[in-house]
């Protein structure tokens, strides 16, 4: 069956960096474009963008550029999300989702990576 | 940027009641509209795709409609395990954009 298995949660300082994986399994990887998707305690749902599994081209919101980065490990079915310099407003869980063209609806999503982040 | 402008913020129906949650998109969008729903501590859920089309293995209590720009979840026969967070998303035109989400609880 289709998963996306996300990695365990994350405790940095500010400053620090985290990468966070999105195991794919069940399906060709590189048939299916990847989203990430933050989630701020208590808040709604916020695109960060997407990733081309088949070229490995990423495509980032307004928001996301500068110090987020990402990245594919394909003959894994990986998916990665680096964030560096972290600043306390990244606390957040963070989604991987799964469509069958970029502007597709998000079909499979990850179990989701809570990083949080505190002095 | 699309907005989508979601309502209400927050619903508390009946068993067996009919909820209706609306997104409204400040331009024009087609089809590229779909709806999760998110449990507490929970990824979302896909619901509904394509506006109107009920995703696979959700019950058929389940509905999405459209009329222009604005876009209906409509939950028929409400039951305790349909409690969560609803929102729309359209992914017409980057960046995506989620609308800011229905909490609905069950009296």
């Known amino acids: 069956q289709i998963q996306l298995v996300q990695s365990g949660p994350e405790l940095k300082k500010p400053g620090e960096s985290v990468k966070i994986s999105c195991k794919a399994s069940?399906?060709?990887?590189?048939?299916?474009?990847m989203h990430w998707v933050k989630q701020a305690p208590g808040k709604g749902l916020k695109w960060m963008g997407w990733?081309?599994?088949?070229?490995?081209?990423?495509t980032y919101a307004d928001d996301f550029k500068g110090r987020f980065v990402f990245s594919l490990e394909a003959s894994a079915s990986t998916a990665n999300l680096q964030i560096s310099n972290l600043k306390n407003e990244d606390t957040a869980t963070y989604f991987c989702?799964?469509?069958?063209?970029?502007?597709?609806?998000?079909?499979?999503w990850g179990q989701g990576t809570l990083v949080t982040v505190s002095s | 940027d699309i907005q989508m402008t979601q309502s209400p913020a927050s619903l508390s129906a009946s068993l067996e009641e009919i909820v209706t949650i609306t997104c409204q998109a400040s331009?024009?969008?087609?089809?590229?509209l779909s709806w999760y729903q998110q449990k507490l501590g929970k990824s979302p859920q896909l619901l509904i795709h394509?506006?109107?089309s009920l995703a696979d293995g959700v019950p058929s209590r389940f509905s999405g409609s459209r009329s222009g720009t604005q876009y209906s979840l409509k939950i028929n026969r409400l039951q305790v395990e349909d409690t969560g967070i609803y929102y729309c998303?359209?992914?017409?035109?980057?960046?995506?954009?989620f609308g800011s989400g229905t909490k609905l609880e069950i009296k």
């Open positions: 069940g399906y060709t990887f590189t048939d299916y474009a």
């Open positions: 394509s506006a109107t």
């Open positions: 990733i081309n599994t088949y070229t490995g081209k990423p």
């Open positions: 998303l359209q992914h017409y035109s980057a960046p995506f954009t």
């Open positions: 331009q024009d969008i087609g089809n590229y």
């Open positions: 989702a799964r469509s069958y063209r970029y502007n597709h609806p998000f079909a499979y």
